[in-house]
Every structure is written in C-alpha cells, then in structure tokens.
C-alpha cells in the first residue's frame, strides 16, 4: 500500500465523519506497518511451518509524518480508540470452582472487553523468574542469552552456545558450548561440552563430562536436558559427528557413583535417547528414543529410566509417537506428586495426535485426556499440577495455547484472539504464565511471549524476529 496526501485527507474525512471506526484502525496499521514506526511487529495470523529460511525484513521506510498525523487524530479528543489491553481468550468461572489460579474454566470464548484480532501484546509483564533462550545471530550462529519476563536486561552468554538448563534453585545454568575442556584436556573446538555457570555473574563452575576415563570422551558432543530436582543429577544427550553408534543418554551424577561417560557404560546404551525430564523425586527420568527424524524433528516411543539400576519400560501404547527439536523440547511431563505423565502423542495408524495421560506406575494403560488434538507439540503439568498446557491446530494451519484439567474438564483456548501462531510452552516457576514462541510467518522468524494461565493477558518479551530454540522460566537469581 502506498499512502498519499490525497489518501490522507480522504481518510481524516472519513474518521471526523464517521468517528473511530475499524476502517481508521485498519489505515492505521497500514501506515504504521508501512514506516516501521513500531519495534514489535504487527501480527497477523499465519501458519507454524518447519525451520524454513525466509529473506530478511525489509528495511525501514515509509510515510512517518502521515502514520503520526492519523495516530494523532485517532487518540485526540477522547474520540480515538486507545492502545488495546492484552487480549484475555478465556471465560474463567469463581474461584470456587477453580483448582488454582491457573485452572481454566470455558471451551474458550471470549471474554466481555478482549481484544480484537490483530493488535499489538504490549511489553513489561512483571510476574518473577528468567528466562533463558537459544537465538540465531545475523551470522546464523546460535547465542545463548538470558531476559526478564518483562523483555529488559537481555544478556547474551555464550556465543555458538545452545540448549541452556536450569538448576532447580537457579543458583546455576548448564548449556553446550564448544571446545570445552574435560579433565584439563583439550578438545575440538568444533565439539559441544557441557559447562555449568554460577549465575547471575556466570563464573563457570564445573564442566561435563568431568573424568576423561579412555578419553574416548574428548571425541563426543554433549548436551543437557534435565535436571534432577534433587539437584543431582544432569542428563545429557551424547553424540559423535562420524559414528551414528556412539549415540546415547548419559546421567552426568555429581556424586560420581553412576559411570555414565565411556560408550559401554552409557546409561542406555548405543541408542539416539533424548532426555525430557525427572520424577519430582529424582528417581525416574523420561527419555525419548528417536526411531525417526524429519528435518530438525525427531519422533520415538517414550520411555521411563529408573535412576537406580537402569531398567527402561515404555510408556507409550504400541504405535503411538512422541516428537522432539529445538523448539517442542520436552514433549511429555510429570505430574507435580510423581503419579502421572501427561504426552502429546501421535498415533502412526490414523495419523491423530492426542492428549494422553497414563499412570506412572508399570503395566498402566494411556487414555486420551483431548482426543482431538491435531498438531500438538508438547503437554506440560503446570507447577502445582492443576492443569495441562499444549498447544494444537486451531484451524487448518494455526497453533493455539490450550490449558485442560487432568480430569479432561476446563478446555480453555488462551490465545484465540491473539494472532500469532504460538508454540511449545513453558511454565513459568509460580505457575502463573508461559512463555512461548509466536511468529506471523515461519519457525525463523518467531519472537517469545508471555501468557497468563488465567487468560488475563499476553506479552511480548523479544522483538528481534529469528529462531528462538531451547527456551525456558528459570528461577530468579538466588
């Protein structure tokens, strides 16, 4: 669109006619999508799509003076429609009928007052924590970076890093960055090793592997996963860039009484197993066993680890997939007292996808908590255990944040008035939001977001469009 004087004029016309109408609204994106004036984008509804390079945005040009003229006019004299509140997508019931804060309450629907579709999620969410992110430079490298909810004080890390890891009192971050030393050995630079920074000053700590043992070690890329609550244990996901049979998950224990870093005690052998996460208490861990990959997404039946002696049983039914990359991470979680494991599963026979929920114990059966779920990335406890977020195609080509009780009541659509696609949620430590991953366009150019569990608003935390992978709510700093 290219606006002119003449164009101008007739809309100003058009506005004192007609007061503050969707058509003024409608020129006034327009003129401000044309001159850049704003640094979040405007959004617009679009498809979540695989990591699929696209050109840069366009440089900055267009009508300054027109876009702050029409501003001007739309927010003067009481009559212009102010800059919207967050949209809020669910109906929430009394708090009495609420498990939690977070519980939802509706199939969705409005609430009185939302937003309408296509405006802007302002920044400053105040709500605790940090987040952490792997993001893609100008060169196409990753850059592991830190920001608080509100989008202020992003600090960049570690460049060429990725995948960074929590510890449960956030005193610490473990990420993958390459050339890191084991035993005071050097090793390929071109490799990834585990380093664990004391944070916020981000001194390092210790690293991963920490014994060399036959050195076999130094030719291996090492990543974290998750972190035992207990605070002792790290699983890791071990690879080699030559030899597809040195794959395999490690459990790097701090204590040193599990072998967990030469290829014949690996802690489930030579098998391309991704960590997710722990049992509240430690003892068990959920892992994924990719048997197919497609792109950047890797798929595979879920599996449990017992810490202790390292027997594995499946707990996907036959047939039934989970999938994990950069941007799903951990497809399935525990409940908050251990009992439980809520998935997004695929089913390979009618290829639909569900919400399952299965019994933690051996033998038990999986039931779809939401059978019709086409799309689903991930489902994931929230902290306290009331509710289960996942997002799913809300039409053809679109993802929406979801929110169910374990008992499948409560379906509520967090972001239905929100137009970016959003993606892969992650709770924050209080349980009162997520954030999550939106774009108006593809996988590479997605910004983070906070969404409020009780449908009370949404905001942006980045604005530089590009690939964020390995996001997560950490704790704030100790």
């Not at 799509?49 to 009508?63: H, K, Q």
């Not at 987040?131 to 600090?155: C, K, W, Y």
């Amino acid at each position: 669109m290219t606006t002119t004087p003449s164009d101008f004029d007739r809309v100003a016309r058009a506005w004192l006619a007609e007061g503050p109408t969707e058509l003024s609204e409608r020129v006034l994106r327009a003129a401000l999508d044309e001159a850049h004036l704003t640094r979040r984008p405007l959004v617009q509804r679009a498809p979540w799509r695989s990591f699929m390079p696209l050109p840069g945005r366009a440089a900055a040009i267009g009508l300054v003076a027109v876009a702050l003229l029409i501003a001007g006019l739309l927010l003067a004299g009481g009559g212009g429609r102010p800059v919207p509140s967050p949209a809020s997508s669910a109906t929430t019931a009394p708090s009495s009928a609420v498990p939690s804060a977070a519980g939802p309450t509706s199939d969705g629907g409005p609430t009185a007052g939302a937003s309408p579709a296509g405006l802007l999620a302002p920044q400053g969410y105040t709500g605790p924590g940090t987040i952490e992110f792997t993001r893609h430079d100008a060169s196409g490298a990753d850059v592991i970076s830190l920001v608080d909810p509100s989008g202020e004080n992003q600090t960049k890390l570690v460049q060429g890093g990725c995948c960074g890891l929590f510890s449960p009192d956030g005193a610490h971050l473990a990420l993958a960055a390459p050339g890191v030393a084991a035993a005071g050995l050097s090793r390929d630079p071109s490799l990834l090793g585990i380093e664990v920074l004391e944070r916020p000053g981000a001194r390092l700590a210790f690293v991963v592997p920490t014994d060399c043992g036959a050195c076999e070690v130094l030719g291996l890329n090492y990543e974290p996963d998750a972190w035992s609550p207990d605070g002792r244990y790290i699983a890791l996901t071990m690879w080699s860039d030559s030899d597809p049979a040195k794959a395999g998950m490690g459990l790097a224990d701090r204590d040193f009484s599990i072998p967990w870093d030469w290829a014949q005690t690996r802690a489930t052998g030579a098998h391309e197993d991704i960590p997710i996460a722990f049992s509240p208490d430690s003892t068990q861990l959920l892992f994924m066993r990719a048997t197919q990959t497609d792109g950047p997404t890797a798929s595979g039946p879920l599996f449990v680890l017992q810490v202790s002696d390292l027997a594995v049983r499946e707990v996907t039914p036959a047939g039934i997939t989970v999938s994990a990359n950069g941007l799903i991470q951990g497809p399935a979680s525990w409940s908050r007292d251990g009992r439980e494991i809520a998935f997004a599963g695929r089913d390979a026979a009618t290829g639909t996808t569900a919400i399952y929920l299965v019994q933690a114990t051996p033998g038990s059966k999986a039931n779809a908590l939401v059978a019709d779920a086409p799309g689903a990335t991930s489902a994931r406890f929230s902290p306290d255990g009331s509710v289960i977020a996942f997002d799913r195609k809300s039409t053809e080509a679109f993802h929406d944040l979801y929110l169910v009780r374990p008992d499948g009541t409560g379906l509520t659509n967090l972001t239905e008035h929100f137009d970016p696609g959003v993606c892969c949620a992650q709770w924050s430590p209080d349980g009162a939001a997520m954030v999550v991953a939106g774009t108006t366009s593809d996988d590479s150019h997605n910004d983070l977001f906070v969404v409020a569990a009780d449908g009370s608003g949404i905001w942006q935390v980045t604005d530089e469009p590009n690939a964020y992978t390995g996001f997560l709510w950490g704790p704030s700093f100790p």
